[in-house]
């Protein structure tokens, strides 16, 4: 009955659609709730967004960081909260680890030191624009067979050559195995404990494609006990996910835990998967993890349209089991170079998932909606994010408010006045603004700013001619926010 109610939903909103040219478009957005995940997947694998130069000398390092500060810089003045940059992408990584070589895009080659670390860069830059940073790891995929050898000694190939298995051109970490999850684990902890993350993102957290063909049996047989295979695998990957959330949870239990699923779950009364879902095609039981308590959010890879999308996205509504579920959108589609999407595909999809309270959404891919393809960063910036949101709040790990921020002064510039109040450990800030006193903080168009800063400066004659009051309130790591200090 839901699945119909959402269908009449998505129908209704259609009929509020006018034609311009090619092009579909609403005359307005559903308003802007003041909690919604606003995430972007910076991808990091072949320089696809990020970076485009080689970190070789200074120069490049310089170049490097001033590519990634203008990716930023444009997702903050469209009001993104969420970035997550892809940190491991197939057996390498972004940071100085001690698990895996550098990845080659940083240089140009395989473990070789950048001169300087891109992934605590990334985190102290998304901060100083008041984002989130999420830590994006490629999961159960390795690398290509053909490149396997050329990553060096600290490659997986010559340090756990036992956890792979050969499957179509790539190498895979076989799930089967209870090395594998400890593995991965390993990585997490190592993320964790020396980064300020907000975030860990889990992407291919599931068998590969044409999984009947991956050549795990002798797994089966010695760590089968008896399920049948299916069962098996799913469980599999189930200890993957329990294992990281609880290591990860066990560090940093404000670091939010999130994984990208096929979009479809699985079949459904009246719609069907056709043969690609996360449950029943690559064992990911990803409602049964919301379920359980062990993923905190999810992406679902929606990159669909029609009726492989709308009554997927409403089962996935359904199933959120007081957890956030952000549908990620395949804006990649739009470009001329890949399925020339019209544009109304993506905004009447925007549209829906506002109608029927989903907690947000996350774009595939940065550069698709830096470059504005097809007009979606300018419909971002005007239409559908006309101001910050904050991330729904993780009350299931905690629901307790942080203290009020409080004054330590306020300081005249001239026309300007500067106010600065205390930090608070672990905390940002949302600065709040209103021609009402006092200003209600429920309302999102009332937010101006978050910020790590403690200070903040505004103009007195702007806020006088235009009768505008401030208030601050202080927001903790898992989203809860503080009553209000009223200027």
Not at 92 to 97: A, G, T
Request: glycine fraction near 6%.
């Amino acid at each position: 009955m839901k699945h119909t109610l959402y269908i009449i939903i998505y129908l209704l909103a259609s009929l509020f659609c006018c034609n311009a040219g090619a092009q579909s478009l609403f005359f307005s957005a559903p308003p802007a709730p003041k909690h919604e995940v606003r995430a972007v997947w910076l991808t990091t694998i072949m320089g696809l967004d990020w970076p485009t130069t080689k970190a070789t000398n200074a120069s490049g390092i310089e170049r490097q960081k001033e590519e990634l500060c203008k990716i930023l810089d444009q997702l903050q003045a469209c009001h993104i909260n969420t970035v997550v940059l892809q940190t491991r992408l197939r057996g390498s990584v972004i940071y100085p680890s001690k698990i895996e070589p550098w990845d080659i895009i940083l240089t140009g080659q395989y473990d070789r030191d950048p001169g300087y670390d891109p992934l605590a860069f990334a985190i102290e830059e998304t901060h100083r624009r008041g984002m989130e940073l999420h830590a994006w790891l490629v999961t159960v995929p390795a690398f290509k067979i053909e490149v396997a050898r050329k990553m060096g000694k600290r490659s997986l190939l010559r340090t756990h050559p036992e956890l792979l298995r050969k499957h179509g051109e790539q190498y895979y970490l076989d799930p089967g195995l209870p090395g594998s999850a400890e593995y991965l684990v390993s990585l997490c902890r190592e993320i964790v404990s020396r980064y300020d993350v907000d975030g860990i993102h889990f992407d291919y957290i599931r068998y590969p494609e044409q999984a009947e063909t991956f050549s795990d049996g002798a797994s089966y047989r010695k760590y089968g006990k008896w399920k049948d295979k299916r069962t098996w695998r799913l469980d599999n990957i189930t200890r993957i996910v329990r294992k990281s959330y609880e290591a990860i949870k066990e560090l940093k239990p404000w670091v939010r835990v999130s994984c990208s699923p096929v979009g479809k779950y699985n079949d459904m009364s009246r719609y069907s998967a056709r043969g690609w879902s996360a449950y029943g095609a690559v064992y990911q039981d990803a409602q049964g993890w919301l379920s359980e308590g062990i993923m905190d959010m999810l992406l679902p890879m929606m990159y669909f349209q029609g009726d492989h999308f709308y009554p997927f996205a409403a089962d996935w509504q359904e199933h959120t089991n007081g957890r956030t579920v952000a549908p990620g959108l395949g804006i990649y589609f739009l470009s001329p170079k890949e399925k020339d999407w019209e544009w109304g595909i993506i905004q009447r999809e925007l549209c829906y998932l506002r109608h029927i309270g989903l907690g947000g959404q996350a774009y595939f891919r940065s550069r698709f909606l830096t470059d504005n393809t097809k007009g979606i960063y300018d419909y971002l910036a005007r239409d559908y994010y006309p101001y910050p949101a904050l991330l729904p709040p993780m009350t299931w790990q905690s629901s307790e408010r942080p203290a009020t921020p409080q004054l330590v002064s306020r300081e005249r510039q001239g026309v300007n006045e500067r106010l600065q109040w205390q930090p608070q450990e672990g905390c940002r800030f949302v600065i709040y603004a209103s021609d009402q006193s006092p200003v209600n903080t429920n309302e999102a168009r009332n937010i101006v700013k978050v910020t790590y800063d403690t200070d903040y400066t505004y103009s007195m004659l702007g806020a006088y001619y235009h009768n505008y009051h401030l208030a601050i309130t202080a927001l903790d790591r898992y989203g809860n926010e503080s009553l209000p200090l009223e200027l």
